[in-house]
């Protein structure tokens, strides 16, 4: 029997005509994401990765089998994988996914972050991400506000995987409202995985509760908040756009701008000068929350 190509990190394996166009991995809490691309008619031999793995499908669709079971999987689909899983992929009509590599460490100091493997050693449930439009542009971009996104969803999918353990309760857990006041308390945003450790939870099961009793999630939480401090600092200040832009976590002063106008309705230098009383002032006596 032939031996598996080994996969580390999900980017290197023997058959050199197998490999798919991978962009440079973004570290994000406890994942290292990247976007995968594979063209028409590619294929991966038997191989294993050395690290659990996330995958979300963004466009075309592929076909996965471990010689007991297949699996074909489309745009907005994820699928949760055991680490040294030996599996083959084809790619008929190309493919373009997002893969988060899981850290070893996390994995063994939190045995519930995975669900249980059935004897594929891998899990297929949908995600949250539909559609699938514009997140792999959401990694390249980088910013603090489009990693925790894609953090999110990532830990979404672990908690579907694993089922939802707080579908009866009542009342909202009672880490909530101290988890909130945190995250108020941060100048810049935090990762899930720093704000579920401080609460000494799963960071799956947390964000899946918490956008159960808070109605969205907590990267949507999170941006919410920094448009509202960008706009706060626009009133209150004279700092450049680009000096706010960068202190709440855009990843520039246009990408500031285009979420601004489409939650205010206005681009931030027109909401400026329309609610900022101060027409001078010096940076220097600013002082950040």
Same mark, same amino acid.
């Given at each position: 029997?032939?031996q598996?190509?080994?996969?580390?990190?999900?980017?290197?394996i @023997?058959d050199?005509?197998a490999?798919? =166009?991978?962009?440079a991995?973004?570290?994000?809490?406890?994942?290292?994401?990247s976007?995968?691309?594979?063209?028409?008619?590619?294929h991966?031999?038997?191989?294993d #990765?050395?690290?659990?793995?996330?995958?979300?499908?963004?466009?075309?669709?592929?076909?996965?089998?471990?010689g007991?079971? @297949?699996? $074909?999987?489309?745009?907005?689909?994820? *699928?949760?994988r $055991?680490?040294?899983?030996? #599996?083959a992929? @084809?790619f008929?009509?190309?493919c !373009?996914?997002?893969?988060?590599?899981? =850290?070893?460490?996390?994995s063994?100091?939190?045995?519930?972050? *995975?669900?249980?493997?059935?004897r594929?050693?891998?899990?297929?449930?949908?995600?949250?991400?539909?559609?699938?439009?514009?997140?792999?542009?959401?990694?390249?971009?980088?910013? !603090?506000?489009?990693?925790?996104?894609?953090?999110?969803?990532?830990l979404?999918?672990?908690?579907?995987?694993a089922?939802?353990?707080?579908a009866?309760?009542?009342n909202?857990?009672?880490?909530?409202?101290?988890?909130?006041?945190?995250? #108020?308390?941060?100048?810049?945003?935090?990762?899930?995985?720093?704000i579920?450790?401080?609460?000494?939870?799963?960071?799956s099961?947390?964000?899946?509760?918490?956008?159960r009793?808070?109605?969205? !999630?907590?990267?949507q939480?999170? @941006?919410r908040?920094a448009?509202?401090?960008?706009? =706060?600092d626009l009133?209150?200040?004279?700092?450049?756009?680009?000096?706010?832009a960068?202190?709440?976590?855009f990843?520039?002063?246009?990408?500031?701008?285009?979420?601004?106008?489409?939650?205010?309705?206005t681009?931030?230098?027109?909401?400026? &000068?329309?609610? &900022?009383?101060?027409?001078t002032?010096?940076?220097?006596?600013?002082?950040w =929350?």
């Amino acid at each position: 029997m032939d031996q598996p190509a080994r996969v580390r990190g999900g980017c290197c394996i @023997r058959d050199s005509g197998a490999l798919g =166009d991978q962009s440079a991995p973004k570290r994000i809490g406890i994942f290292e994401v990247s976007v995968v691309r594979y063209p028409p008619g590619s294929h991966l031999p038997r191989h294993d #990765h050395d690290r659990a793995s996330v995958l979300i499908v963004l466009d075309g669709e592929f076909g996965e089998t471990d010689g007991r079971t @297949r699996r $074909a999987c489309t745009p907005g689909e994820a *699928l949760i994988r $055991a680490s040294h899983h030996r #599996h083959a992929n @084809r790619f008929p009509s190309g493919c !373009t996914v997002l893969l988060a590599m899981i =850290d070893h460490d996390a994995s063994i100091r939190d045995p519930g972050l *995975l669900p249980r493997f059935d004897r594929s050693g891998s899990r297929a449930c949908a995600s949250a991400a539909r559609p699938t439009f514009g997140l792999a542009d959401r990694v390249l971009l980088g910013s !603090t506000l489009d990693l925790l996104h894609i953090e999110d969803l990532m830990l979404e999918a672990l908690s579907l995987g694993a089922g939802d353990r707080d579908a009866r309760a009542m009342n909202p857990p009672g880490w909530l409202k101290e988890t909130l006041e945190f995250i #108020h308390a941060q100048p810049a945003p935090a990762p899930i995985s720093r704000i579920a450790e401080r609460a000494g939870l799963n960071p799956s099961h947390m964000a899946r509760a918490f956008r159960r009793w808070r109605g969205c !999630t907590l990267s949507q939480y999170t @941006r919410r908040l920094a448009l509202q401090r960008a706009a =706060d600092d626009l009133c209150s200040t004279t700092l450049p756009l680009a000096s706010i832009a960068r202190h709440r976590g855009f990843a520039d002063q246009s990408h500031m701008t285009r979420e601004f106008a489409r939650v205010f309705g206005t681009p931030p230098g027109a909401f400026r &000068n329309a609610h &900022n009383p101060c027409k001078t002032g010096r940076a220097a006596d600013v002082r950040w =929350d």
